[in-house]
């Protein structure tokens, strides 16, 4: 494989990160991932997003952030044909350390039950699935 390099989620980067999550199974999209809130976010947890390139080309990308207690990691995305091979471990690792050097402890993050395969990369990296706790959502506006 050639080489990739991984580097900071810049809002320059949204065009080709929207594109990527939109093409890739897995990732659930809404209004929240629209440019602004894309821009506040990564505004709100500078430093802690990445992308991964090849050939200045974005091949994978991940959203990460805290709310000050708790890391939350979103939309981990890996283009297919690169999959398998390292890099998102290697995201995953980056958003980690960044949220470790934040004096965080702990991480959470969402996967639709129906996602196998992300629920096997998940639990490779260690990762520990939450039986006794349910995601409880509402909109408020
Ligand atoms: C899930 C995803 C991000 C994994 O990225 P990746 O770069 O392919 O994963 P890696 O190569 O870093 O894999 C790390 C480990 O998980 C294992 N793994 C990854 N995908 C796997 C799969 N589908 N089945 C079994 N094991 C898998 C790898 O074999 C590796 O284990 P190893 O070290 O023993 O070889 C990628 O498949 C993807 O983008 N999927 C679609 C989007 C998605 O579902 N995102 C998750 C949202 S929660």
Same mark, same amino acid.
């Given at each position: 494989?050639?080489?990739?390099?991984?580097?900071?989620?810049?809002?320059?980067?949204?065009?080709?990160?929207?594109?990527?999550?939109?093409?890739?199974?897995? $990732?659930?999209?809404?209004?929240?991932?629209?440019?602004?809130?894309?821009?506040?976010?990564?505004?709100?947890?500078?430093?802690?997003?990445? $992308?991964?390139?090849?050939?200045?080309?974005?091949?994978?990308?991940?959203?990460?952030?805290?709310?000050?207690?708790?890391?939350?990691?979103?939309?981990?995305?890996?283009?297919?044909?690169?999959?398998?091979?390292?890099?998102?471990?290697?995201?995953?690792?980056?958003? $980690?350390?960044?949220?470790?050097?934040?004096?965080?402890?702990?991480?959470?993050?969402? $996967?639709?039950?129906?996602?196998?395969?992300?629920?096997?990369?998940?639990?490779?990296?260690?990762?520990?699935?939450?039986?006794?706790?349910?995601?409880?959502?509402?909109?408020?506006?």
């Amino acid at each position: 494989m050639d080489i990739y390099q991984i580097r900071p989620f810049h809002i320059d980067d949204y065009d080709a990160v929207f594109a990527l999550w939109r093409e890739t199974e897995g $990732v659930g999209l809404s209004q929240a991932d629209e440019r602004p809130a894309i821009a506040r976010y990564l505004d709100r947890n500078p430093g802690l997003s990445f $992308v991964a390139t090849m050939h200045s080309r974005i091949i994978a990308a991940v959203l990460c952030g805290h709310d000050g207690r708790r890391g939350f990691i979103h939309h981990l995305a890996v283009q297919a044909e690169y999959q398998k091979q390292g890099i998102g471990q290697a995201l995953v690792e980056r958003c $980690v350390d960044a949220l470790r050097q934040e004096g965080i402890d702990k991480c959470h993050l969402f $996967v639709y039950a129906t996602n196998a395969n992300a629920r096997t990369f998940w639990r490779r990296l260690d990762w520990q699935p939450r039986d006794d706790l349910v995601l409880m959502s509402k909109m408020i506006r």
